[in-house]
């Protein structure tokens, strides 16, 4: 596209913009009105970006990989050597529906921090939401950028709000799990950063580029990249690059063994937190990997197939039986999460267009139901100000609303058809079993047969769960307790919604705006 | 009518009626009230009841007239579409289901498998469609009055909604993908109401078992669905099909004419035949692995633990959903699939029907609890249906699917009416001699359980539903063992055009590696002659994929002497409840029947009686013939079978009398005879073995549940938190360490002890430098050649140059430096 726009600019600016002004105010109420209204305006923004899928411009199936909508370029650091850094935005099928996922996450996470003066540390509203602000910034950069060195910035930008909000407002252990989230996080990416100046560096000069988009699709540096004869400290460059990009995003995702900062800073964030570490930071992870490492080194990821698989299906057999073992509510969910994601990493690894559409989606699905799940977890968190399971007991008939509101949020989590978390799995395992020679080849059914059990093993923790905190008799502890309010409720709604959505039509809501670009990224790594 | 896409937009209505009601109820329901004189009319019914808390509960009785309209609703449809569709030629009907096929609208694209949401439109789904409307619609009247005064009232019609909604959709489904979707949704609707009284830990835990046990069994289905897409390239039922059949044709499994594979699209559907795990090819791990989801949903031998807990829900679901409709999806899933059978797959299917049939019936032989006993004749009649299936006897078993339902929901509403009139009693141990108490109830049972014993009169074939339907799956089981090989040496046999009525013709031989294992079973089908496979056919088909041969005798043993235990158990569960004296005279005394259930129980008492009739029979024939490319699917009345049916009267054909007269010498006065009869230590130790349910639950509770939960789990837990965590903290910690060692040794003494030093230095070089600062022009002039000295030697070599500056100026400064060292204290 050669029109150029800035509306990304403003989507991505607009919090800040709020972050700062709310900085002028003092009146709690007022803070919160502005942070509330400075994340729904980039919500409506983020709406218009389904515009050229609508008005055809996208085709039919939405647009291949390097077709990008929105774009904006401004020459931003320009050195001698030709270190060119542009501020490069814009998006296509990978990036655009986690950008709208992220501004309405933000938007619902800033509605559920509405009782911020009843939490344990219940100073520093202003603070707060100026780093919840700044957060949201750093998300849509991170998703937007098509520039790596803008893109590194962002991530980098992201990571310094979370660890304030999980280290100033957290739970008891706080230190611990935001410094943990801060080491894991800051590792990967220096790993990336290696990554990333070897993109540039290795190249003769004039090739040299930072443009994401060119280093997928340009014959020569791909020719380079790929080259088995390109080394790199001795070993072949391309799966180098592909292990540090992988390792920086594998820890995003998490994958198994990287994973264990997860559940920590789960159970100590506030839940706002939680709803966006679960909604829309995890998916950096997966975007990444759709992003970088497919595109740019498809010979390693052929190469390095059966390694993701073999990961991707830990993550779901061991987070689900970890999630069964836990007795902090919480946690269980952090857990699930973990379980999840390893849909999205075998669907990748299946490298099929059935996988990888499978590996979007869950994202998504997970994107929604997650978040709706910490917040549920939260609602009764508030209440009665503990979150042991064994704890809870007829909740349904305590709380009947928020029962079923939960019903269907822990439904969705666990692959019912006709709710999202269901097409995610599916696609991801169909897609393992028709994984080709180059990739999975004689794992694909096991791997399939392997994810497919895991669904087993999901419906045996949720249930579980499901039983001992809303089913049985009434306790006594719980029963003056108020039903769901219209706040919660009007959280809730919208992930419920989007949950049955995606999970009746999946082509409608998600899969016709990605699928164009997923088979490109495949056609482009030549499977 | 004349428009194709009548009967199927009448079907899609049916199925969305109970949708809306389900949404309607779900955000209304227990708003929904009656003016209260209603309330006052009808209140204190049955309401003094322990488990009924006075007061009608959320949404009474509205919500339950709105969902019992919708149901009704489709029920007007299904007969719509009954009439229209058997109004019709064939040619009509082939438009129709093609105009279905034709505009069955995309779903999705699973990569680039397209996923149509499609009707299938045949005489099995118009069948089905029919019984499921009209089972649901009188269980929802029914349910009406057994829920009253229940605080959960409209859910419990939202979710019966639910429901009937997925159900349909099951029936109609044209896609196994979405036949998937919506057996999940029947599952969860399964489970909320199992669990339906969910502050009982029995409920919920039983809710809890039926969904995770069915989701093993789907854990197969998902295995099999997965090996046709990858193998066939679609999900449509009519496509994978054809594409199976082009696929064996190809890899030689059949040599009947037919569309190559390359021209359906399905170009790795050879490899289904011919890659092989574990010496079994995957075409039969396909079928086997589709035949799992229904081990699951229909509670077959090894999965079927959860069907007799599921009895903890409110006895009208027992009845529409343990009993009448879902458990039989599993039976139509297998119909339905029954195309993608191979032999080997449908010798497992007729082994795991027939274990079922057998170990649920002698675990009946020893319940007590009424809805247990049902709960176990159920299991043991949809063995019935699958080994029917196995076996080949495709309409049987669907025919005894429909009879099924009606008679054992007549049998489930009846225990509701007995357990309502006994105020939640369910104990046989504590009934007796209800008959006079509750005769409509007690006459409707006895006509079901002369319907499931199979009663009739053999040789005028006139007889209650069972009688014609267990009759015929037996009659071809007897047929296959007698007959398997040798109904194809008959040449006239061979030669019978097909039409529905034969299938499978012979098994030639066919080449592969000249080994042992070189012989496959290939179909002489379709009106082709089977001559050139004319002898030796036993051994041959033995030699087939992996030894399947003949039938087993003791598959054929077995479900005859099964027959005889069947009336056994059922008489023995009516004389029990209904003959006798009182065994409870509280519970007799207060024991009474509701007139607002028992139209609906005359309704289906009725439907039992006809659902006989022999015409039911050619209504689902024209769906039979597409069954089976692979297999055999017996579904006629050729002459061969019918000496099978002849022979069958002097083996069953009174096994009625003999079973409903020993269980009438034994249990007419209770309990007494039987209890002499268990001293005897054989019996004894049975009972305990039956008692136990051959002890699946203790294994499966213990090595499963608790071995997963408490075990298993935990040690991941453990691992996370001890061995990857410890990595991640330890390493955190070492890098403390290390960065206390740097910072203490090398910081604090060497890096900060360098920087101190210098510091020290320069103070003390400072109060140096100030104490040389005397304000004596001698001394400075003195300094200043010193320096110009240092400067000169420097030009000639530095390092000496600054040595004798340095050491020239010490001997200058030190004289004067005698006053105290302020520098270093100040620095400190």
């Given amino acids: 596209m050669n029109e150029t726009s800035s509306l990304l600019t403003w989507v991505v600016f607009t919090p800040t913009i709020g972050g700062v002004l709310l900085l002028f105010f003092n009146r709690s109420d007022t803070i919160k009105r502005i942070a509330l209204m400075f994340t729904i305006i980039p919500f409506l923004l983020s709406l218009y970006l389904f515009q050229p899928y609508f008005d055809g411009s996208a085709g039919a199936a939405g647009a291949g990989y390097g077709r990008v909508f929105f774009e904006q370029i401004v020459p931003w650091i320009s050195t001698v050597g030709g270190f060119e850094v542009n501020y490069h935005v814009g998006i296509d099928g990978l990036s655009m529906p986690l950008v709208v996922l992220t501004t309405l996450i933000t938007m619902l996470a800033c509605l559920a921090s509405w009782n911020f003066e009843s939490w344990k540390a219940k100073r520093g509203l202003k603070g707060y939401m100026f780093l919840l602000l700044l957060l949201e910034t750093g998300m849509l950069g991170v998703f937007v950028s098509l520039d790596f060195f803008l893109f590194y910035i962002f991530w980098e930008v992201m990571l310094l709000p979370m660890y304030f909000l999980i280290g100033v407002w957290g739970g008891p252990r706080k230190e611990y799990a935001a410094i943990k989230f801060f080491i894991f996080t800051l590792a990967g990416s220096v790993l990336m950063l290696v990554a990333m100046l070897a993109f540039y560096f290795y190249p003769p000069v004039a090739d040299r580029t930072f443009n994401i988009i060119r280093l997928a699709t340009d014959p020569a540096l791909q020719a380079l990249f790929n080259d088995p004869n390109t080394l790199f400290l001795g070993f072949k460059f391309s799966t180098i690059m592909f292990v540090l990009l992988f390792i920086g995003f594998a820890i995003k995702i998490p994958i198994f063994p990287f994973h264990t900062w997860l559940p920590d800073a789960h159970v100590e964030a506030p839940t706002p937190i939680s709803m966006i570490l679960a909604g829309v930071l995890l998916k950096m992870g997966g975007y990444g990997l759709f992003r970088f490492c497919y595109p740019i080194l498809p010979e390693a990821a052929k190469y390095l197939a059966v390694f993701l698989g073999v990961l991707g299906v830990i993550n779901i057999i061991y987070g689900a039986l970890c999630a069964m073992a836990q007795d902090d509510f919480k946690k269980l969910v952090a857990y699930s999460s973990i379980s999840h994601m390893g849909y999205v990493l075998l669907g990748m690894a299946a490298m099929t267009q059935a996988g990888f559409q499978g590996a979007m989606f869950q994202m998504i699905a997970h994107g929604i139901s997650s978040p709706m799940c910490f917040f549920l977890v939260g609602v009764i968190y508030d209440r009665a100000h503990h979150r042991e399971i064994n704890r809870f007991g007829g909740l349904w008939l305590t709380m009947p609303v928020y029962g079923s509101l939960a019903t269907l949020g822990f439904f969705a989590s666990l692959g019912l058809p006709t709710l999202c978390g269901f097409i995610g799995e599916v696609y991801a395992i169909f897609g393992t079993f028709v994984s080709g020679p180059q990739a999975l080849g004689a794992y694909a059914i096991p791997f399939g047969i392997l994810a497919a059990a895991g669904a087993i093993l999901t419906a045996g923790y949720i249930l579980w769960m499901i039983q001992r905190v809303y089913l049985g008799k009434e306790r006594p502890e719980y029963t003056g307790y108020s039903d769901a309010s219209l706040r919660e409720v009007v959280v809730l709604a919208p992930m419920g919604i989007l949950a049955v959505a995606l999970g009746i039509f999946p082509m409608q809501t998600l899969l016709k705006f990605v699928t164009g670009t997923l088979n490109n990224i495949l056609s482009l790594s030549g499977v | ?828």
């Fill in chain 2, 1 to 828: 009518m004349d428009d194709p896409g009548f009967l199927q937009s009448c079907l899609l209505a049916g199925v969305l009626v109970p949708l809306f009601s389900f949404v309607y109820l779900a955000f209304r329901g227990s708003k929904l009230k009656l003016a209260r004189r209603e309330e006052d009319e009808h209140g204190g019914n049955d309401a003094h009841d322990a488990h009924h808390p006075t007061g009608p509960g959320q949404g009474e009785p509205i919500a339950g007239w709105v969902a019992t309209a919708a149901i009704g609703i489709s029920l007007i449809l299904a007969i719509i579409v009954t009439y229209g569709w058997y109004g019709m030629g064939a040619l009509q009907r082939a438009d129709a289901a093609e105009h279905a096929a034709r505009t069955a609208p995309l779903w999705t694209m699973v990569g680039s498998v397209p996923i149509h949401f499609g009707v299938k439109l045949d005489s099995l789904t118009v069948i089905m469609f029919l019984m499921v409307t009209l089972c649901s619609t009188c269980i929802h009247l029914f349910s009406i009055g057994y829920m009253k005064g229940d605080p959960r009232f409209a859910r419990f019609f939202t979710f019966l909604s639910l429901f009937c909604f997925s159900m349909l959709g099951l029936v109609i489904s044209a896609s196994l993908l979405f036949l998937y979707i919506f057996w999940e949704l029947v599952g969860v609707c399964s489970y909320f109401l199992i669990g339906f009284w969910f502050e009982k830990k029995s409920a919920s835990d039983a809710g809890l078992k039926a969904f995770v046990v069915n989701r093993v069994g789907d854990f197969g289905f998902m295995i099999g669905m997965g090996l046709c897409f990858v193998y066939l390239q679609t999900l449509s039922l009519d496509d994978t099909a054809a594409r199976f059949a082009a696929g064996a044709r190809e890899a030689g499994w059949m040599s009947a004419p037919g569309e190559a594979f390359q021209m359906l699209g399905a170009q790795r559907a050879p490899e289904l035949f011919t890659t092989q795990f574990l010496g079994i090819s995957l075409a039969t791990w396909m079928g086997i692995g589709l035949f799992c989801g229904a081990i699951g949903k229909s509670a077959q031998f090894p999965l079927q633990v959860w069907l007799p807990d599921a009895m903890e829900g409110p006895t009208p679901v027992s009845a529409l959903i343990h009993a009448a409709t879902m458990v039989a999806a599993g039976v139509y899933l297998v119909a339905r699939v029954f195309a993608l059978l191979t032999p080997g797959a449908q010798m497992f299917i007729a082994v795991i029907g027939c274990i079922t049939l057998t170990m649920a019936a002698l675990i009946a032989l020893v319940q007590t609890d009424i809805k247990r006993v049902l709960a176990y004749s159920t299991l043991s009649q949809l063995g019935y249906m699958i080994f029917g299936l196995g076996v080949g006897a495709w309409i049987a078993a669907l025919f005894h699917l429909m009879t099924h339902a009606f008679f054992k929901a007549v049998l489930f509403l009846g225990s509701g009416q007995v357990i309502i009139g006994c105020h939640h009693e369910q104990d046989m141990r504590r009934m007796g001699g209800l008959l006079r108490k509750m005769p409509v109830t007690g006459l409707t049972f006895l006509v079901a359980v002369l319907a499931i014993s199979g009663a009739g009169i053999p040789w005028l074939g006139i007889g209650l539903g069972g009688y014609y339907s267990k009759d015929e799956i037996l009659a071809v089981a007897y047929y296959r063992q007698h007959n398997w090989t040798a109904a194809a040496t008959h040449d006239e046999h061979a030669a019978l055009p097909t039409g529905g009525q034969i299938v499978l013709a012979g098994y030639a031989q066919h080449d592969q590696e000249g080994a042992a294992e070189s012989q496959a079973p290939v179909l002489a089908g379709a009106g082709q002659s089977a001559a050139e496979g004319e002898t030796d056919y036993v051994a041959r088909y033995a030699a087939g994929e992996h030894g399947v041969g003949t039938l087993p005798w003791i598959l054929f043993f077995l479900p005859i002497a099964i027959a005889y235990v069947t009336p056994f158990y059922m008489g023995r569960c009516f004389f029990l409840t209904f003959l006798g004296k009182p065994r409870d005279k509280h519970v007799h005394e207060h024991a009474h029947e509701s007139p607002t259930m028992y139209v609906p129980l005359l309704i289906l008492a009725f439907m039992t009686v006809i659902s006989g009739s022999f015409l039911f029979r050619d209504y689902v024939a024209d769906s039979a013939p597409t069954a089976a490319p692979l297999v055999a699917a017996i579904n006629g009345h050729d002459h061969a079978l019918h000496a099978a049916h002849a022979a069958l009267p002097t083996l069953v054909g009174f096994a009625f009398v003999v079973g409903l007269g020993l269980a009438w010498l034994i249990y007419r006065r209770g309990f007494d005879i039987s209890e002499k009869i268990r001293v005897l230590p054989v019996i004894r130790q049975a009972h305990t073995v039956l008692w136990n349910k051959f002890y699946f639950d203790h294994v499966y509770n213990t090595v499963f549940r608790d071995g997963v939960r408490y075990v298993l789990a935990v040690i991941c837990r453990l691992f996370d938190n001890w061995i990857i965590d410890g990595i991640v903290d330890n390493s955190a910690r070492l890098t403390e360490r290390i960065s206390r060692f740097s910072g203490v040794v090398l910081d604090n003494m060497g890096v900060d002890g360098l920087v101190n030093l210098v510091g020290y230095i320069a103070w003390n070089l400072g109060g140096l430098f100030r104490s040389m600062q005397t304000g004596i022009v001698r001394n400075y002039i003195l300094l200043a050649a010193l320096a110009v000295a240092g400067l000169i030697i420097s030009l000639w070599n530095v390092p000496v140059g600054v040595i004798v500056f340095v050491i020239a100026a010490g001997i200058i400064v030190i004289p004067w430096s005698r006053r105290p060292a302020v520098a270093s204290e100040r620095y400190r």
